[in-house]
């Protein structure tokens, strides 16, 4: 396979830094995470660079995009999104979001809409819409709170039991003790400290998205069945009344399976 050439660069905008790569050349396809960043979709912007132009970016806050002003609200990314787009100058755009990016996109659809064509949202973790809500946000608060406190095997543990995710006896104090990268721990503490609880609270005004002629996707991991994303996604997909797109793998499947990830998501293009 050639390699595939990547320009990067950072647009500054008033209160943060924003640090972003360009693939490829065709039509624009952006991808986006909240807390993940460009790195995290690499694999599959190489994949998708053939044929489109793939623009991929750190979220504010998070490693390169170094932020002067504080906080991380949908609306603050999507406004980062909206100034990221017009500069390069390609749109509208196809954005894919997974989970918190996956909340930007969908508060750039209700922003923007003339910037964006198609959002595919990829499990956002709506935790307002379904129906134990308080007791998932309730829980979500501790869980922040012991992390910033400086529990940080303990706040994990929560955070999967509360996803419904199953991992193995061990592989969290593999995954988040001992010595760890300090950019990993800076990210690691802006997530929980200024992003995650923006990202579960947002509601998104469906009236809007409607009326706005952006098509929307709602997608959801073939592996998450049971998981609080794949209840979060349903009952957007419901109150848009449409059905939800199943993708390869799980939660992460973009990066853990980027190929067949990479076919499923060219069928959704069109």
Request: proline fraction near 7%; aromatic fraction near 6%; charge should be negative.
């Amino acid at each position: 396979m050639t390699a595939t050439s990547v320009s990067s660069t950072t647009l500054t905008v008033p209160d943060a830094d924003l640090y972003y790569e360009i693939r490829g050349t065709g039509p624009l396809v952006v991808l986006v995470g909240a807390p993940m960043d460009a790195d995290s979709f690499a694999p599959l912007a190489d994949l998708l660079a053939s044929d489109h132009t793939v623009l991929t970016t750190d979220p504010r806050g998070i490693n390169r995009s170094p932020l002067r002003g504080e906080g991380s609200t949908p609306e603050q990314r999507a406004d980062d999104l909206a100034r990221l787009i017009r500069h390069v100058d390609a749109g509208p755009a196809t954005v894919f979001g997974s989970s918190g990016g996956a909340v930007t996109a969908l508060a750039l659809a209700q922003a923007h809409p003339e910037l964006v064509s198609t959002v595919i949202a990829h499990e956002p973790p709506l935790d307002r819409l379904v129906e134990d809500a308080d007791e998932l946000l309730a829980t979500s608060e501790q869980m922040m709170a012991d992390y910033v406190a400086g529990d940080v095997i303990g706040a994990w543990k929560q955070f999967f039991a509360l996803a419904n995710i199953q991992v193995p006896d061990g592989m969290i104090e593999g995954m988040f003790g001992g010595e760890r990268d300090p950019r990993q721990l800076a990210d690691e503490l802006f997530w929980f400290e200024h992003e995650l609880r923006e990202s579960i609270t947002w509601l998104p005004d469906v009236d809007t998205l409607r009326a706005g002629g952006v098509r929307i996707v709602v997608g959801i991991g073939a592996e998450s069945g049971g998981q609080l994303c794949e209840r979060t996604s349903t009952a957007l997909a419901a109150r848009l009344g449409i059905e939800p797109t199943r993708f390869p793998g799980d939660h992460t499947g973009f990066a853990e399976g980027p190929e067949p990830f990479a076919v499923a998501l060219r069928a959704v293009l069109g």
